[in-house]
C-alpha cells in the first residue's frame, strides 16, 4: 500500500505560479513512477506529468510551464506550476504507478494510487 497526499493548491491570479507537493508513504520505492492528473468540473481526470527516474514527460497544455520533480529521500513529488491560466483550475491528483513499467504512462487506468486531491483555482 502506497499512500499519498497533496498539498499546496490555492486560488492565485492568471500568470501567477503555485508549488503542489505530495508526500508519499508506506510501500514507497523510487522505482515507482509518480504523476499528477487533473480534473476540471464537467470533464474528465486528464495527464498533467509524471517522472520516473531521470525521465519526465508533460502534457502539451502544461508543457514549458510545469515542472515535475521528486526528491526519493523525503518521498516527495513536487509540481511546479508557473504561468498559469484559467484553463488550469481542477483538482489535481498524485498517483503512483507501482507496477515496475520501465516507461512512463499517462493513462490514470495504470496507476494504482491516488491521493484525496487538492483544488486550484485561477481567476481571470
Known amino acids: 500500500q502506497v499512500q499519498l497526499v497533496e498539498s499546496g493548491g490555492g486560488l492565485v491570479q492568471a500568470g501567477g505560479s503555485l508549488r503542489l507537493s505530495c508526500a508519499a508513504s508506506?510501500?514507497?520505492?523510487?522505482?515507482?513512477?509518480m504523476g499528477w492528473f487533473r480534473q476540471a468540473p464537467g470533464k474528465e481526470r486528464e495527464f498533467v506529468a509524471a517522472?520516473?527516474?531521470?525521465?519526465?514527460t508533460y502534457a502539451p497544455s502544461v508543457k514549458g510551464r510545469f515542472t515535475i520533480s521528486r526528491d526519493n529521500a523525503k518521498n516527495t513529488v513536487d509540481l511546479q506550476m508557473n504561468s498559469l491560466k484559467p484553463e488550469d483550475t481542477a483538482v489535481y491528483y498524485c498517483?503512483?504507478?507501482?507496477?515496475?513499467?520501465?516507461?512512463?504512462?499517462?493513462?490514470?487506468?495504470?496507476?494504482?494510487?491516488w491521493g484525496q486531491g487538492t483544488q486550484v483555482t485561477v481567476s481571470s
Open positions: 498517483a503512483a504507478d507501482t507496477s515496475g513499467r520501465l516507461y512512463i504512462s499517462t493513462h490514470e487506468y495504470e496507476y494504482e494510487y
Open positions: 508506506g510501500r514507497t520505492d523510487s522505482r515507482y513512477a
Open positions: 517522472g520516473l527516474y531521470a525521465t519526465t
